[in-house]
């Protein structure tokens, strides 16, 4: 498991990738933040993944024109944000499980920081503690989230 470190970034943007066996991805932020993420699940539950099946398709994996803000295969016209990517590489990377089970969420609705501030009712700042792992998140938190997903599912 590789330690979350606290992030300058205000948008998450890669310096570097490079596909590994497996599916998984090793990504260098530009905070030079590493982060692994493996990707087997979402490359075989997603229509739009099949073609990266293939390891060999997936080990084409590369930074897109866009000074780091996707990951692309162009040869498929695929490309995953960064910020997605960060997202559920801090959800895997996650050192408890309270911390997985807000990084997860925040993943699942694609809630930034202030999004998910207001649906808690907390500072974006503290957000931000729980994301990078400065503070650990409380069991109050996981309970709150759960909560909200529960009440949104109902809609």
Same mark, same amino acid.
């Given at each position: 498991? *590789?330690?979350?470190?606290? %992030? ?18 090793? $990504? ?12 087997? *699940? ?5 229509? @739009? ?13 590369? +930074? @897109? ?6 990951? *692309? =295969?162009?040869?498929?016209? +695929?490309? +995953?944000?960064?910020?997605?990517? =960060? ?17 997860? =969420?925040?993943? #699942?609705?694609?809630? %930034? ?8 009712? $907390?500072? %974006? ?5 729980? @994301? ?6 409380? #069991? ?6 759960? @909560? =909200?997903? !529960? *009440?949104? !599912?109902?809609?």
């Amino acid at each position: 498991m *590789e330690r979350l470190t606290n %992030t300058k970034m205000t948008r998450p943007r890669l310096k570097a990738v490079k596909a590994l066996p497996g599916y998984r991805l090793r $990504m260098t932020f530009i905070d030079d933040t590493v982060l692994t993420l493996n990707k087997r *699940e979402t490359v075989f539950s997603k229509r @739009g993944l099949v073609p990266l099946r293939d390891e060999a398709n997936f080990a084409k994996a590369c +930074i @897109g024109e866009d000074a780091g803000w996707t990951v *692309e =295969w162009p040869e498929f016209d +695929i490309q +995953i944000g960064a910020d997605t990517l =960060w997202l559920d590489a801090q959800a895997q990377n996650a050192p408890d499980e309270n911390t997985r089970i807000f990084a997860q =969420w925040r993943a #699942r609705y694609g809630l %930034t920081l202030a999004q998910a501030a207001e649906a808690l009712g $907390m500072t %974006t700042r503290t957000m931000s503690a729980y @994301g990078t792992g400065a503070r650990p998140v409380p #069991r109050y938190i996981a309970l709150a989230v759960k @909560g =909200w997903e !529960s *009440e949104h !599912s109902l809609r």
